[in-house]
């Protein structure tokens, strides 16, 4: 069996490092500072954001894959994740930085709500953030400046200040994602084709007969991503998520059967509906139609 950390709280693995925490509910660590660290797999019950710094060839697992990371990358966790590498007993010299922070301390600020916006939390395999070198140095500017605040001595205000620098580095990871996904056009354009041709062959197979309409994570294990990377690559691109891509696709089909001679329900059960009147809901949601009505429009025109 794989020994697993239990990280339950930021010092669950500040222990683990070798590192004494002066706040209860957050900790940040400089790996510089305290290599070399002794591997392990870590069980999350705390946020973390870990910037990697120049070490090459280490494999880090995250869910049941690897991360493919460089020098500038930061690999995200949320509570309920698994990451890290096994303990095999080997040592690893490391450079880079940690931010740990349990959920308790965003509770009664706008951002315990608000993480969840973060897609990035749920990204999984090769899906990482990679930044410039200038991006990575304000990252660490603001990882030093929270390491300052936490020396200071505990007032009635250090927890704000500190949800204060965790959104500033969270806004700044979703800024630099989203020069992420312009600058790799090409990229995003190859997950988009296969998208499209993925969905083409799930009805061309009638898949739909058997299994229902193709869901979300259906289509993002499909193409070996995460839910929430294939919708964001898919919101930059196109500027539909995943969900309303689907439909759309979906409804595509439905008007081509319609004006083929199909009726509703012949329709809503062959692209896989359990019920007529839940197809012609979405219809309607998507063409401001009903089936009926966008085929009387047809044929008056």
């Known amino acids: 069996?794989?020994?697993?950390?239990?990280?339950?709280?930021?010092?669950?693995?500040?222990?683990?490092?070798?590192?004494?925490?002066?706040?209860?509910?957050?900790?940040?660590?400089?790996?510089?500072?305290?290599?070399?660290?002794?591997?392990?797999l870590n069980n999350y019950?705390?946020?973390?954001?870990?910037?990697?710094?120049?070490?090459?060839?280490?494999?880090?697992?995250?869910?049941?894959?690897?991360?493919?990371?460089?020098?500038?990358?930061?690999?995200?966790?949320?509570?309920?994740?698994?990451?890290?590498?096994?303990?095999?007993?080997?040592?690893?010299?490391?450079?880079?930085w940690a931010v740990l922070f349990h959920p308790d301390i965003l509770q009664g600020t706008g951002l315990e709500k608000g993480i969840k916006d973060f897609s990035f939390f749920d990204?999984?395999?090769?899906?990482?953030l990679h930044m410039t070198s200038e991006e990575?140095?304000?990252?660490?500017?603001?990882?030093?400046?929270?390491?300052?605040?936490?020396?200071?001595?505990?007032?009635?205000?250090?927890?704000?200040?500190?949800?204060?620098?965790?959104?500033?580095?969270?806004?700044?990871?979703?800024?630099?994602?989203?020069r992420q996904f312009?600058?790799?056009?090409?990229?995003?354009?190859d997950i988009l084709s296969r998208f499209e041709s993925l969905l083409k062959d799930y009805f061309d197979n009638e898949f739909q007969l058997s299994k229902g309409l193709p869901s979300v994570q259906y289509c993002s294990e499909q193409l070996c991503m995460s839910p929430n990377y294939l919708s964001d690559v898919l919101k930059r691109t196109t500027g539909d998520t995943a969900t309303h891509y689907i439909k759309s696709y979906v409804v595509q089909l439905a008007k081509n059967r319609l004006m083929a001679g199909m009726n509703s329900s012949e329709v809503a059960y062959y692209l896989g509906f359990d019920y007529p009147q839940h197809f012609t809901r979405m219809f309607k949601k998507l063409t401001g139609q009903t089936p009926m009505e966008y085929c009387r429009d047809r044929k008056n025109k």
């Open 1 to 40: 069996m794989s020994k697993i950390l239990k990280v339950n709280k930021p010092s669950d693995y500040s222990a683990w490092v070798g590192q004494s925490d002066p706040h209860e509910l957050i900790s940040v660590i400089n790996y510089a500072e305290l290599s070399p660290v002794r591997h392990s």
């Open 45 to 96: 019950n705390v946020y973390g954001l870990f910037l990697q710094g120049k070490e090459e060839g280490m494999d880090l697992v995250y869910g049941t894959g690897k991360y493919d990371y460089s020098e500038g990358t930061l690999i995200c966790v949320a509570p309920g994740q698994l990451g890290g590498k096994e303990d095999n007993g080997e040592f690893v010299n490391l450079t880079g």
């Open 123 to 128: 990204y999984r395999i090769n899906e990482a």
């Open 136 to 178: 990575r140095d304000l990252m660490v500017t603001l990882i030093r400046q929270l390491e300052q605040e936490l020396r200071f001595p505990a007032d009635t205000l250090q927890n704000r200040i500190i949800v204060g620098f965790i959104n500033l580095l969270l806004r700044y990871a979703q800024r630099f994602y989203n």
């Open 182 to 189: 312009i600058t790799r056009t090409i990229v995003n354009n």
